[in-house]
C-alpha cells in the first residue's frame, strides 16, 4: 500500500490564481480531511469527508472547496490564492471516523 | 471554546534522559486523545487512548490517559537523537464526524 499520497510537494501561486491539492488513499479508508499547518497555530482543520459524496466544513474553511466522488480522492481547492494561504497542507484518512488518521507526506505552499 | 494545550512548548534534554511530556484537554463530545510524533514532514501515529488509567505502551513510549482530570502524559525512557521531533496532541471530538483538534505541540531535542 502507497498510504495516502499527496502532489505536487512544493508549490508558488501569485495572488488571485486557483489551483487544487491532489489527495489520495488506497487503503479504502472512508474518512479523509485537510488540515493547514502554520507556525505557532498548530494543525487546523480546513474541510473533511466521512464518505464518497458527503462534506463538510472544518475550523478554517474559507477559500477552499473540497469535492469526494470517490472513495479513494479527496482534492483540495484553492479558489483565489491569497498571501494568508501559504502554508503547509496536509491529507490525512482513517478507516472510520473514530479511528486513527494517517498523514500524508504534505503540500508545502507559497502564495506571493 | 474547545482546546488541546501542551506543556512544556519546547524541552531539551540529554541521551539517555527520561521524559515526559503533557497535555491537556477542554473539548466537547471526548471520544480519544491521539499522540503523534512530526519529523519535519508528517505528522507519525503513535498512541490512541480511549480509557483511563490504560498504559499504552510501544518500546520505550508509553502513554496515559486520565478522563477524570481530562489530561494524558507521554513519557519516553533512555531517550536518543532520534527521538527529537515536535510530538502532537490532539483530540478526536464529535458524534458521526471524528475530527481531531491539535495542540501546538512539544520540541524536544536530544543532544548526545
Known amino acids: 500500500n502507497a498510504g495516502v499520497t499527496q502532489t505536487p510537494k512544493f508549490q508558488v501561486l501569485k495572488t488571485g490564481q486557483s489551483m487544487t491539492l491532489q489527495c489520495a488513499q488506497d487503503m479504502n479508508h472512508e474518512y479523509m480531511s485537510w488540515y493547514r499547518q502554520d507556525p505557532g497555530m498548530g494543525l487546523r482543520l480546513i474541510h473533511y469527508?466521512?464518505?464518497?459524496?458527503?462534506?463538510d466544513q472544518g475550523e478554517v474553511p474559507n477559500g477552499y472547496n473540497v469535492s469526494r466522488s470517490t472513495t479513494e480522492d479527496f482534492p483540495l481547492r484553492l479558489l483565489s490564492a491569497a498571501p494568508s494561504q501559504t502554508s503547509v497542507y496536509f491529507c490525512?484518512?482513517?478507516?472510520?471516523?473514530?479511528?486513527?488518521?494517517?498523514f500524508g507526506p504534505g503540500t508545502r505552499l507559497t502564495v506571493t | 471554546e474547545d482546546k488541546v494545550v501542551q506543556s512544556p512548548l519546547s524541552l531539551v534534554v540529554h541521551e539517555g534522559d527520561t521524559v515526559t511530556l503533557n497535555c491537556s484537554y477542554e473539548v466537547t463530545n471526548f471520544r480519544s486523545l491521539l499522540w503523534y510524533k512530526q519529523e519535519k514532514k508528517a505528522p507519525t501515529f503513535l498512541f490512541m487512548l480511549?480509557?483511563?488509567?490504560i498504559e499504552k505502551k510501544s518500546g520505550r513510549l508509553s502513554s496515559i490517559l486520565d478522563k477524570k482530570e481530562l489530561f494524558s502524559i507521554l513519557n519516553i525512557t533512555a531517550t536518543q537523537t532520534g527521538d527529537s521531533a515536535v510530538y502532537l496532541c490532539a483530540v478526536l471530538y464529535g458524534g458521526s464526524q471524528g475530527n481531531l483538534i491539535f495542540g501546538k505541540g512539544t520540541k524536544l531535542s536530544v543532544k548526545p
Open positions: 469527508s466521512v464518505g464518497a459524496g458527503i462534506t
Open positions: 490525512a484518512s482513517s478507516y472510520s471516523s473514530g479511528s486513527e488518521q494517517y
Open positions: 480511549t480509557s483511563s488509567g
